[in-house]
Each structure stands twice: as C-alpha cells, then as structure tokens.
Nanobody, 119 residues
Framework: QLQAFGGGLVQPGGSLRLSCAAS????????MAWYRQAPEKWRELVAV???????KYADTVEGRFTISRVNAQNTVYLQMNSLKPEDTAVYYCTAQIRRTAFTPTNDYWGQGTLVTVSS
C-alpha cells in the first residue's frame, strides 16, 4: 500500500526523482521518509519530512537531495541531484499511517526501487 517509482540508471552528476504514493484507507499520515540500502550495507535514513513540512537529511545527501510531500495526494517525493556512485542503492519509502480515527499509527514500507549511478 506504499508504491515507489522512479529508480533507474543514471550517470554521475545526473538527477532522478523518486515518488511514493500511499493507498487504501487513510485518516492521516505523520512522517514520511526515504531510506536506502546499498549492497552489503545497513539500511540508512536518507531524508524525512513531517506532516507540517519539516525536513531532515543525512549528511551524505544534504544539499543534493530534496524531500517533499503532497498531503492531498498522500505522496512523498525525493529529488536527487548531483548523484554519485555511492548513492547506488535500493531506495525505500516509509510512512506513518493512521488508517482510521480509532486505530493507532503504524509504519508502512514500500517495495523499494533501485537507483544505480554509474558511467
């Protein structure tokens, strides 16, 4: 119920835009975020945006990546510029979703989309 799009192969210095849409019954979404996992590495937080638009980035992507969301569409984006080979990873979106007014908030994860930065 979280579906990510936009991965692919890009040359160093290039750009990509990832998107991720939440579907199903949704009362509210708190934070939305992007994580990534490179081969043989731990999954790491890339960027997070709160429901009020406050953002935070990993030091490794600060100034190059921009996270944004459209609340009316339950969608989060990750604009990635000046990509480097070390940005190569599977990127996952996640969202804290409350399905109804009477249920708790739970974390949901998308299926992941592969970003490869290579010449």
């Amino acid at each position: 119920q979280l579906q990510a799009f936009g991965g692919g192969l890009v040359q160093p210095g290039g750009s990509l835009r990832l998107s991720c849409a939440a579907s199903g019954s949704i009362a509210s979404i708190a934070a939305m975020a992007w994580y990534r996992q490179a081969p043989e590495k731990w999954r790491e937080l890339v960027a997070v945006v709160t429901s009020t638009g406050i953002t935070k980035y990993a030091d490794t992507v600060e100034g190059r990546f921009t996270i944004s969301r459209v609340n009316a569409q339950n969608t989060v984006y990750l604009q990635m510029n000046s990509l480097k080979p070390e940005d190569t990873a599977v990127y996952y979106c996640t969202a804290q979703i409350r399905r109804t007014a009477f249920t708790p908030t739970n974390d949901y994860w998308g299926q992941g989309t592969l970003v490869t930065v290579s010449s």
